[in-house]
């Protein structure tokens, strides 16, 4: 470009005046929109569109439902007015005076004259409106019919209008509260009064107004002062029954998270049994493949949300008595393992049935029986698993950052082959075949049984083998603290419990006082199968805040799971994944017993290994926790309502144990003393120390 050519004019767009404007409202404006969202005096259809819609909503059904609602009225007004004038043609108030004062023989003669009187005065009465009527008809027409057949209609629907306590208005016989297809708010107030849920002084305070969700009508409410949410799940029965509604048709959840605190409770009533009909078809027949990382889909809740299980980073305890879905629901999980080409399976099962015959080509590791064999060869695999574990964790410290940033396994480690890390899954059915087996063993120089070992090696890998991609899956039909014992049970994330015996069955399944928080998979009806009280390990579509959950699994037969079998091991062979007992090698490769029981922590269950409590110790144990040795006395009152567990026989049973009640000062709210029955610490803990030392004994002379 020459000079000339730069000292031309260039041409430009137009230039644009203007000045920089602050799009935030005005204060004013700003004031005034945030005390119309929160005065109470604006009514909450002028403060959203949804709320807009749904007042819309209402005044239509309004309109639609008045002339059935005015002709009820009517006719219960008829009633009424009936009742008033039989009351008082019998002369009802003089006759109760005078029955109140003895003198009823005394006035037989003027009730009678009294009642003439007033049968006069009704015929009377009754002549004169007739001839007025007539005369007024023949003068004027018949509007004046009209006119006064309105006037009485209008009469008697005030008269006979719902409102218990009007005047002129009692209830003559108090019939059962029925949710009609609205949820009236008034009768939710009265049912949590009869349910002792709110004083008779207290109201609710209405969050969310009554909305159609699904196949039943939900509501948000906040509680009184001093209410917790809590209460309300914890004695969700008697607010059913104070609805009139059966326990499975009530869902209650407290609000937490943004936009919920303590006393926040979210209601569902369903118009009918939600968990009746015909069984859910599981969503995993159709797929061709599915990623393990992604959760598995598993049921469907009271409100027919989709529930998917989440698995990695986790493991899971299904337990039920039997016949009730326990093995289907075990085999919901597996099938989105089994899907994945990359997933390698440990399959065990104590039942030796065919239940899982159909994961047999799919398998690394396989057994099924209940014999001495069998559950030794369970120990193998076990401590083949645990081995792994070890080499994993030891492998995983020698990536860099950007292949393992939190030495935990990812979705790309557990898809190199190079590494041969994938996502490894142990599912054992009936694992107390395994667990209870008395064949006397000597794991690092102590003695101990083959069940005891079993369950040890379950413990590390439910503990330590989630971050190195292990996935502990248990199933068992007698979930009670002799089979299950409470250090493998503490280190399981979920929990899924279907029917059960009683509620200390439940709560092994889901954890310590579960049943005082609303949640008792004893209560389950047997007609419910596949229903059951999920505990999950993760976030589920009801909220990653949830405690648990009712669900009805999806139904998947045996002619279903076999075919998603098949899918599986199509898949593993055309992805070259397929290997183990699954092509007929089962060859088992040399492992370090000694780093093994090194890494179990104790050296095996011998003496100094944590000790299977009985009950009640164990649950006060597990409820004092640290306080156990930080506190020096605990009131019983205390224990009992925590446990929730009938005085006298806790009081037995735990005198049994060796632990005697005594009587002690404490301090009170107001600063003062009280003398309350109570327990030492020292003596629940001296109780733990003998079961212990018996125990180790025990393990000693066998």
């Known amino acids: 470009m020459t ?33 119309w969202m929160r005065s109470q005096r604006v009514p909450a259809a002028l403060k959203s569109r949804k709320a807009a819609r749904q007042a819309c909503r209402d005044a239509v059904v309004y309109l639609l439902r008045s002339p059935f609602r005015f002709a009820g009225a009517v006719g219960r007004g008829a009633v009424v007015a009936a009742r008033g004038w039989r009351r008082w043609v019998r ?25 003439l009187f007033r049968w006069k005065v009704t015929g009377l009465v009754v002549a004169g409106s007739t001839a007025v009527l007539t005369v007024a008809d023949l003068v004027y027409g018949a ?3 009209w006119i006064a057949t309105s006037a009485a209609s209008v009469a008697l629907a005030v008269a006979g209008r719902r409102k218990d306590g009007s005047p002129g208005r009692k209830a003559v016989l108090a019939g059962p509260r029925t949710l009609t297809w609205t949820m009236d708010p008034q009768v939710l107030v009265d049912a949590f009064r009869d349910a002792k849920l709110v004083g008779k002084d207290e109201t609710l305070r209405l969050v969310e107004r009554a909305a159609r969700v699904g196949d039943g009508w939900a509501i948000t409410v906040d509680l009184p002062a001093t209410r917790k949410a809590a209460d309300v799940i914890k004695h969700r029965d008697a607010l059913a029954s104070a609805l009139a509604v059966d326990e499975v048709q009530l869902i209650v959840e407290r609000v937490r998270g943004r936009g919920g605190h303590a006393g926040r409770v979210f209601l569902w009533v369903a118009d009918e049994d939600p968990y009746a009909g015909p069984p859910l078809r599981t969503p995993l027949v159709e797929v061709e493949w599915w990623d393990a990382w992604r959760p598995v889909p598993f049921g469907r809740d009271a409100r027919q949300r989709r529930i998917d299980l989440p698995l990695v980073w986790t493991s899971l305890l299904v337990g039920a008595i039997p016949r009730q879905g326990k093995t289907f629901a075990t085999r919901l999980v597996a099938a989105g393992l089994v899907l994945d080409p990359y997933t390698r399976l440990y399959v065990f099962d104590g039942k030796g049935g065919k239940d899982w015959e159909a994961a047999e080509g799919n398998a690394y590791r396989f057994v099924c029986g209940d014999e001495v064999s069998h ?36 979705p790309a480690i557990s898809r190199d082959p190079n590494l041969g890390m994938s996502i490894t899954a142990v599912i054992i059915d009936e694992v107390q075949v395994f667990l209870e087996n008395p064949t006397r063993e000597q794991v690092g120089g102590k003695k101990t049984t083959l069940g005891e070992y079993i369950a040890d090696l379950l413990s590390y890998l439910a503990r330590k083998g989630p971050a190195a991609g292990i996935v502990v899956i248990l199933a068992t039909q007698r979930p009670d603290s002799n089979t299950i014992p409470s250090r493998l049970r503490a280190v399981l994330g979920s929990r899924f419990a279907l029917r059960v015996m009683d509620w200390r069955d439940s709560n092994i399944v889901l954890g310590e006082q579960m049943n005082t928080r ?46 998603i079998c098949a899918r599986g091991r199509a898949l593993r062979e055309a992805a070259g994944t397929l290997a183990g007992h699954a092509i007929g090698d089962n060859e088992r490769r040399a492992i370090d017993s000694a780093a093994v029981v090194k890494a179990l922590g104790t050296g095996g269950p011998g003496p100094g290994a944590s000790v299977e409590l009985p009950e009640p110790l164990a649950s006060v144990v597990q409820l004092l926790g640290v306080e156990l040795d930080e506190r020096e006395f605990v009131p019983t009152a205390e224990l009992v309502e925590a446990l929730d567990v009938e005085p006298t026989t806790f009081g037995r049973e735990m005198g049994e144990l060796g632990c005697r009640p005594i009587r002690q000062y404490v301090p009170s709210e107001d600063g003062t003393t009280r003398r309350v029955r109570g327990y030492l610490t020292a003596e629940i803990r001296a109780a733990v120390d003998e079961i212990g030392s018996r125990a180790a004994f025990e393990v000693d002379q066998r």
């Open 3 to 35: 000079v000339e050519e730069e000292t031309l004019p260039v041409p430009v767009g137009p230039v644009l005046d203007g000045e920089l404007v602050d799009d935030e409202p005005p204060v004013v404006r700003r004031r005034f929109m945030n005390w």
């Open 91 to 115: 002369v009802h108030d003089y006759r109760e005076a005078a029955e109140q004062s003895e003198k009823l023989a005394d006035k037989f003669a003027e009730i009678r004259a009294l009642t």
């Open 143 to 145: 509007p004046v019919l």
């Open 375 to 410: 559950a030794e060869a369970v120990r193998d695999h076990l401590v083949e698993l645990v081995a792994e574990v070890q080499s994993r964790y030891a492998r995983m410290a020698t990536l860099d950052d950007e292949v393992c940033p939190e030495s935990k396994i990812t």
């Open 518 to 563: 609303g949640y008792d998979a004893s209560t389950l009806l047997p007609s419910h199968k596949g229903v059951g009280i999920l505990r999950p390990d993760g976030e589920v579509a009801a909220g990653a805040d949830v405690l648990a959950m009712t669900v009805r699994t999806y139904y998947m037969p045996n002619p279903e799971w076999r075919t």
